[in-house]
């Protein structure tokens, strides 16, 4: 379990180490702000700019292979396209249970006036108890769109972004556990370049760290996310061409403090516990943290023959499958791309469940 974080996940271990991936790629969401990084914003946004497009909407929905008269789960109902997409291809006996834990995705969801439809506010992690309390042990299908939305990132009151000057939060749930500015507040410079390292792929994490801690060691407690940015900025020496030098660490304190990682541990075990015979999968992810986390799980209930080689065994009586893969891994078309750059670091990967129980 990852310390230091309070009423989140504490089920499952993703540690800090585990978490690395060389060649990780930083959010396509995030580093989509980065052309804008350098434009003076104000705090107040339109409606307009607020406006969310849903990634993979059409792919996504068609990869859970619609049963009309089906039970599914969109477990991040964000701003609710795949949710709405999924209810056009229900009848009326067909059942819609959304999950989210953002305050403001439960406000959007109130303008689904169906009886089809369920809005429950919690993380995804506690899906399987929050379903068994509604009564439902097998749904048809389970839909992960992981990350941030644009409205969050636009929404300069949430802290998810160095395009403002704005309290520095990053919860995903403004109801419950620590801010970004609480955790820098009491970490130690060790713990927080670990963070940063392994949640951000950051190489100059120990710099990063040290500035932090000395800010705040002087009396300067870092509260906002445009004295975060400076700080970043004056450490970082070297980054990509285009992408604003606080970028890795930002994307590295969200992730820590909501507890990402370790949520979509804990939740793609319930998925496979949750899913009937030919129901499916179907997980959206933004970059290669999440994404070998969702690979690595379906590779290993696809392949179940973990026996030592030439182990004395009939083929009937190896261990069998639980999922299977459903073809190749699907990211979003050039068209996509063009209308909506943030959709550019998708992948969508789609597992259907087999008849093992």
Request: hydrophobic share 40%; aromatic share 4%.
């Amino acid at each position: 379990m990852i310390k230091g974080v309070n009423r989140t996940p504490t089920q499952a271990s993703v540690s800090l180490k585990s978490a690395t991936v060389k060649q990780a790629h930083i959010s396509e969401k995030e580093l989509a702000e980065t052309s804008l990084a350098s434009m003076s914003l104000p705090v107040s946004q339109s409606n307009s700019e607020n406006m969310h497009t849903t990634v993979l909407l059409e792919e996504a929905v068609h990869a859970l292979a619609i049963k009309p008269s089906g039970i599914y789960v969109d477990a991040t109902f964000g701003r609710g396209g795949h949710s709405k997409k999924i209810l056009e291809k229900l009848d009326g006996n067909g059942r819609l249970i959304a999950f989210d834990r953002d305050l403001s995705a439960l406000e959007s969801s109130k303008s689904i006036q169906d009886q089809r439809f369920l809005m429950v506010h919690s993380h995804f992690a506690a899906m399987q108890t929050r379903l068994a309390e509604l009564g439902v042990s097998q749904v048809d299908g389970i839909l992960l769109d992981l990350g941030i939305s644009s409205p969050q990132i636009d929404d300069a009151s949430r802290g998810f972004s160095f395009r403002y000057d704005a309290p520095l939060d990053m919860r995903m749930d403004q109801s419950s556990g620590q801010t970004v500015a609480e955790f820098l507040s009491h970490t130690t410079e060790q713990h927080l370049a670990e963070v940063i390292k392994n949640y951000g792929e950051e190489r100059f994490a120990k710099q990063i760290a040290r500035a932090i801690i000395t800010e705040r060691n002087d009396g300067r407690p870092i509260t906002t996310t445009g004295e975060l940015a400076k700080i970043v900025a004056s450490t970082v020496t070297r980054f990509e061409p285009g992408q604003n030098p606080a970028t890795r660490t930002f994307q590295a304190l969200r992730i820590y403090v909501n507890q990402e990682l370790e949520e979509l541990a804990l939740t793609m075990p319930q998925c496979l516990a949750l899913l009937a015979p030919q129901g499916r999968l179907a997980v959206i992810s933004f970059h290669s943290l999440e994404d070998r986390i969702v690979k690595q799980f379906v590779r290993d209930q696809a392949n179940r023959d973990d026996l030592p080689p030439n182990f004395p065994v009939r083929a009937a009586d190896l261990p069998q499958p639980k999922l299977k893969g459903v073809g190749k891994t699907i990211k979003p078309s050039a068209k996509e791309v063009k209308a909506n750059p943030r959709s550019r670091s998708a992948v969508l990967r789609v597992a259907e469940r087999t008849e093992v129980v």
